[in-house]
């Protein structure tokens, strides 16, 4: 059974209708036994993260994600709260991910914030990425990055390196969206059902 955490942010309407292109089967649910019981977890998010953290706390979820032992998948803000701290209002986060989040520091004339639209993915080091090339473009809209650390299987150049994806153990984050980046993104997400 794969579960899309539904815990008050956005986004959950496209990752419903990825899933279903790809004829998966799914529930969304805020249930902590549910997603406990899931054989796949999607956490997809757009927007803040103190937010998400409050929306998670307030649904009894922190504690279900960390003892998860199937894998999970964090889309964005999803897999911004599972680092150990986002600059977004000084947030705490889950601390599965060895890295903060950071927002990006503009240069002038050079990048715009948020960095939105395609950009590469490379360093590809993960089953998530099977039959994907270096350089394959996938979609971003952030305006905070993940920092490099031993945690990275994919990286982005904006202004400087990020990590594009992360992993540790059982836990996967993508911060580009892979339900919004077409062909590259539908595989993505079923080598991540295929897990």
């Known amino acids: 059974m794969i579960t899309i955490v539904d815990y008050g942010v956005g986004n959950l309407r496209s ?11 799914y529930i969304l649910t805020s249930d902590p036994a549910v997603i406990s019981g899931a054989d796949k ?4 998010g757009v927007g803040n993260a103190a937010e998400a953290m409050a929306n998670l706390r307030e649904r009894g979820l922190i504690r279900c994600i960390r ?11 999803g897999m911004q709260v599972l ?5 977004e209002e000084d947030t705490p986060c889950i601390g599965i991910f060895d890295t903060d989040v950071v927002r990006f520091r503009p240069v002038e004339g050079a990048m715009k914030v ?12 993960s089953p998530l990425f099977k039959n994907i090339g270096e350089s394959s473009y996938v979609y971003f809209v952030h305006s905070y990055r993940p920092m490099l650390c031993r945690d990275t299987i994919a990286t982005t150049d ?3 390196m990020f990590s594009a994806a ?30």
């Open 15 to 25: 990752v419903e209708n990825a899933l279903h292109r790809s004829g998966a089967e």
């Open 41 to 44: 977890v999607l956490l997809p």
């Open 67 to 77: 003892e998860l032992r199937k894998p999970l998948l964090g889309i964005c803000i």
């Open 83 to 87: 680092c150990r701290h986002s600059e």
């Open 114 to 125: 948020p960095h939105m639209g395609w950009n590469t993915i490379n360093n590809l080091s």
């Open 158 to 160: 904006y202004g400087g």
């Open 166 to 195: 992360l992993k540790y153990e059982n836990f996967y984050g993508t911060q580009f969206h892979p339900e919004k980046s077409g062909d590259t993104g539908e595989l993505i997400l079923k080598n991540f059902l295929a897990l």
